[in-house]
């Protein structure tokens, strides 16, 4: 599945391969990068508003066109009756596909927090996305009458129906829905989806403080007069769907801070890098106890690197589930470029391990650890001996058919970058490390002579 782009503030065109499981992004300042990944962020979030049995029954009345091409061999209550599905879905599934990207375009306003950004997008599902749709199995219910789905066949397992209040309309409004449900349950069925943004040092320190000044204001609201409590709205703090969403998990760390993941020791590899270990106590507070001092610190009082990659260690050791989608705003922020290709080697596991990544870097060093990653993949004589040289092993190793890597231009395009046998190439990383090269040799040669 590729989901096409245009008119992404100043994004011109863009097409990303979601189908893979290690998406970067790379590319300039400015150039649109952050937009784009909250633009995925949403596109994956809207997935959880469709789960409302609400909005299902209203997209069903807004679309009632569209569900009334279904049609029942017999509709009878108490006679089986198939349909046969794959005939409706490879006729209507741009139709289908329609009613999703209409409402992706009307959630922008809440994913950017800004009301004019109304893009062009487009989902492209190829004939392998269809065949899996239709292969898949689900079933729903109407009072005592069930229905399954098998391999494209919808069947009314019961006979008689108990429920006499129901009718055969609202037997059928139950099948449009599950129908509805089956073909958005491939498209966009998720465990969880998580955003660590680029600001997320600050907003580790001061989650709490948001979430309390929103409590406060909303109180002092309930007791003002319509005008008043209107303007006490408008002073209240107000995010991106994304910054939003890290801020109240941020906030409620606390809640799982007993819980232990599959991906404990993840967490704790990167606690090798931090120099200590980072917990939550049971006041939501994330405090740190160095390895050197074994003091505990609370997280105002420890390094950058310790306050940026704080909450990530919490997310692995105790909410972190297989099939997660995780989103990186420049992971190597505040890291010296040694814990930059750690940390590289740390994601790659991840995405090994069964997380979805969706990372952004300005790091060279980042992306370069990522790309010997994939050159070591490949089967050749003397592999053994150069994971042992740099310490690496099969699981920290990636294939390139696994990643997809794409660049932000000046021009408003996002450019799909090559990912072959060497790796990956990021050409406007390596044009700049070569003319930072350029001008140091060709100032050295030119002043060595005056010493």
């Known amino acids: 599945m590729r989901l096409d782009v245009q008119n992404l503030g100043i994004i011109k065109r863009g097409n990303i391969d979601l189908s893979k499981n290690f998406l970067l992004f790379t590319g300039y300042n400015n150039t649109g990068k952050t937009y784009l990944t909250y633009l995925l962020y949403g596109f994956y979030k809207l997935s959880k508003k469709l789960s409302d049995e609400s909005l299902k029954f209203d997209f069903v009345e807004k679309n009632k066109d569209f569900f009334d091409l279904f049609e029942v061999q017999n509709n009878s209550t108490d006679t089986n009756w198939d349909l046969e599905l794959s005939l409706y879905f490879h006729k209507e599934f741009n139709k289908i596909i329609s009613i999703f990207q209409e409402k992706l375009v009307e959630y922008c306003h809440e994913i950017f927090l800004v009301k004019n950004i109304k893009p062009i997008l487009t989902i492209i599902l190829s004939d392998e996305d269809k065949n899996n749709i239709l292969d898949r199995n689900s079933s729903a219910q109407a009072g005592n009458h069930s229905f399954s789905i098998k391999n494209g066949i919808l069947k009314n397992r019961k006979i008689y129906l108990k429920d006499k209040s129901l009718n055969d309309a609202d037997i059928i409004k139950s099948l449009k829905i599950n129908t509805f449900n089956h073909f958005f349950e491939y498209l966009l069925s998720l465990p969880e989806i998580y955003f660590f943004p680029a600001e997320r040092s600050a907003l580790n320190q001061y989650a709490y403080d948001i979430i309390y000044t929103r409590a406060e204001k909303y109180e002092e609201a309930q007791n003002q007069t319509l005008l008043e409590s209107t303007n006490r709205k408008q002073e209240t703090p107000e995010y991106p769907l994304a910054i939003n969403d890290y801020i109240k998990l941020v906030y409620n760390l606390r809640k799982w801070r007993n819980n232990e993941t599959q991906f404990a020791e993840m967490a704790s590899k990167i606690e090798k890098i931090l120099g200590g270990k980072v917990f939550v106590d049971e006041h939501g507070i994330i405090k740190f106890l160095t390895n050197q ?48 290709r750690k940390l590289a080697r740390i994601i790659a596991e991840l995405s090994n391990l069964g997380l979805k990544l969706v990372v952004s870097t300005h790091s060279d060093y980042f992306t370069k650890e990522l790309a010997s990653l994939i050159m070591l993949s490949k089967n050749f004589e003397n592999k053994k001996e150069l994971l042992e040289e740099f310490e690496l092993t099969e699981n920290q190793l990636l294939k390139k058919e696994a990643m997809g890597v794409y660049s932000s231009l000046r021009d408003g395009q996002i450019r799909e970058e090559k990912i072959n046998g060497f790796g990956i190439e990021v050409e406007n990383f390596d044009n700049e490390i070569d003319n930072q090269s350029h001008m140091f040799d060709k100032i050295y040669y030119m002043t060595s002579d005056e010493e």
């Open 293 to 340: 001092t074994q003091q505990f610190l609370e997280l105002h009082l420890t390094s950058s690197t310790v306050k940026s990659l704080a909450v990530f260690v919490l997310y692995l050791r105790h909410i972190a589930s297989f099939g997660d989608i995780i989103f990186i705003d420049e992971p190597e922020i505040n890291l010296h470029p040694e814990n930059q």
